[in-house]
């Protein structure tokens, strides 16, 4: 598999930097890290050209999630509080991080 990270750290001066030292940190593996900004719909901007081959997203925010889905992707949600209102047959909720582990395998 190709592993891309798109976060939205782009707030952050080093978010790349933080990101891919938590990464590595946690032994997570990646080919790539994309940064984006908080606000934008840039997250589905990258993934879009690609959509129909990602095999695994996970995602917290609520706008995000409704994007990936008008997209036709399957999404990993972990259960919080900000996103338990949104229902989709293409929305997979999760409890813990572990649990997606799993959902890949």
């Avoid at 750290?9 to 890290?33: M, Q, S």
């Avoid at 940064?35 to 050209?49: E, Q, R, T």
Wanted: aromatic fraction near 12%; charge should be positive.
């Amino acid at each position: 598999y190709y592993i891309n990270i798109v976060t939205a750290r782009g707030w952050h001066v080093r978010g790349y930097d933080l990101t891919v030292e938590w990464l590595r940190n946690y032994k997570i593996p990646f080919d790539c890290v994309d940064i984006v900004s908080m606000n934008d719909k840039s997250k589905i901007n990258i993934i879009a050209p690609y959509a129909d081959r990602v095999k695994f997203c996970l995602e917290d925010n609520i706008s995000h999630v409704k994007d990936f889905i008008k997209a036709g992707m399957l999404v990993t949600v972990p259960a919080k509080p900000w996103n338990d209102t949104i229902q989709h047959r293409n929305i997979n909720r999760i409890s813990f991080l572990t649990q997606a582990i799993d959902l890949i395998s």
